[in-house]
């Protein structure tokens, strides 16, 4: 079995933290920076990544998600928050970020820019959050595996009421809205209820559809 594969067998939505453990920094910083070199639609990385290091904040969110115990007692919680809206600036920033790094111009790009502001500017801004959304979950699945390279537990949870969140933390003054939060840190050695049962995944046959 590959290195990957037995590391995706290990890690599972932890349900229980010892909070005495803290995941040493360049660890958090690698599974960040996974995240930032993951894939976005268009490249536009339409949203961020808030680790939430203030232990009052995260109190104040636990009883906002289910009450569940991993909001506080993981060493690290991060926010995935996505754009609430795709504006021309917003679009604009990261096609001139690309000329710039690349110091080129180039009119097939120049062109996709149009094609993407007169597509998505117009559009409300509900439809534009949930595209950028989807943008978040791909980069909640990159950290789910580079938590799990790391030998890091994670709980990907979206059970949390995420107007709350945005208002504790005031997520609507940065133009961003919760999509899905990502507690990271070192499993209990007792009292997870799921750490001793078996990872249950449909069969290849039924999940996979082969077309010949
Ligand atoms: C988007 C998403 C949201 C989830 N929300 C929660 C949650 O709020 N609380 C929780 O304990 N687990 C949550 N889970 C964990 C899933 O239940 C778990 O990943 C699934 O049952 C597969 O099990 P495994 O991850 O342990 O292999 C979530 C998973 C995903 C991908």
Redesign the pocket.
């Known amino acids: 079995m590959s290195d990957l594969l037995s590391k995706l067998r290990w890690?599972?939505?932890t349900?229980k933290f010892d909070s005495a453990k803290a995941v040493p920094q360049e660890k958090v910083e690698r599974i960040l920076e996974a995240i930032r070199l993951t894939a976005t639609s268009s490249g536009l990385q339409p949203y961020e990544v808030i680790v939430v290091n203030n232990p009052e904040l995260r109190a104040q969110i636990q009883p906002h998600?289910?009450n569940?115990a991993?909001i506080t007692e993981a060493s690290h919680l991060l926010v995935f928050a996505a754009w609430d809206n795709y504006t021309a600036e917003r679009i604009n920033m990261m096609f001139d970020l690309v000329n710039e790094e690349r110091g080129v111009r180039n009119e097939g790009w120049e062109n996709y820019r149009q094609q993407l502001l007169n597509t998505y500017v117009p559009r409300d801004a509900e439809t534009n959050y949930q595209h950028a959304a989807r943008q978040a979950?791909i980069g909640?699945g990159t950290a789910l595996i580079a938590a799990a390279e790391e030998e890091v537990d994670a709980?990907?949870?979206?059970?949390?009421d995420p107007a709350k969140v945005d208002e504790i933390l005031k997520l609507h003054e940065r133009g961003l809205r919760s999509v899905?939060i990502l507690p990271l840190g070192y499993r209990a050695a007792e009292g997870d209820w799921?750490v001793s049962l078996k990872?249950v995944r449909r069969s290849r046959e039924d999940f996979v559809i082969e077309m010949k």
């Open positions: 890690r599972y939505a349900k998600a289910w569940q991993q979950y909640l709980t990907p949870m979206e059970g949390f899905v799921l990872k």
